[in-house]
């Protein structure tokens, strides 16, 4: 009933070497959502240090970012970090990082970082112009945009379209 551990250990993923026993399908229906369960590769111990290594890297560079709270500055930040490919992880922290309470790095609003995008006058940032339905849109636009350049290139291409067609509202308005 029970294989035994084999002397290789290259393509194993437990640590003691023996191949990870498969899973009990009602135990499974009953503990995840209800999709069919996905195939997944098994790595091997080197690729797995591998993984690690880069994925403290992109974790590395994400804590090392100066926040600046110039919009431009961000997106060319999250644009060159999505050129390194990062992992789910990385990029999740990433977009935590960003946006927090529909805040840059949770402290200056959107509002706030859009007006010093525009280069608009100093009167119009105490004004009630925050809370027209225009700016307010917009404001979502940007947290979207950031949410979306935090996610791997299949989903951005999914969630751009439907994005452009949004900004096409606002450039109408």
Request: aromatic share 10%; charged share 20%.
């Amino acid at each position: 009933m029970w294989k035994l551990c084999e002397d290789g250990i290259e393509d194993k993923t437990t640590a003691s070497g023996c191949e990870p026993i498969g899973f009990d399908a009602s135990l499974n229906s009953r503990l995840s959502a209800p999709t069919p369960p996905r195939a997944i590769r098994i790595l091997n111990w080197k690729k797995v240090i591998e993984y690690f290594k880069k994925l403290l890297h992109d974790l590395y560079i994400i804590c090392s970012y100066s926040l600046d709270p110039l919009l431009e500055a961000v997106l060319h930040f999250v644009v060159q970090f999505q050129e390194l490919r990062p992992d789910l992880v990385a990029r999740a922290h990433l977009q935590l990082l960003l946006i927090q309470d529909g805040k840059l790095y949770g402290r200056d609003p959107i509002f706030t970082v859009i007006c010093r995008a525009a280069a608009s006058p100093e009167v119009l940032k105490n004004h009630d112009i925050q809370k027209n339905e225009f700016v307010v849109q917009l404001g979502q636009l940007v947290i979207n945009l950031l949410k979306i350049l935090c996610t791997n290139a299949a989903w951005q291409r999914c969630k751009l379209g439907k994005f452009l067609q949004d900004w096409l509202v606002i450039y109408v308005q």
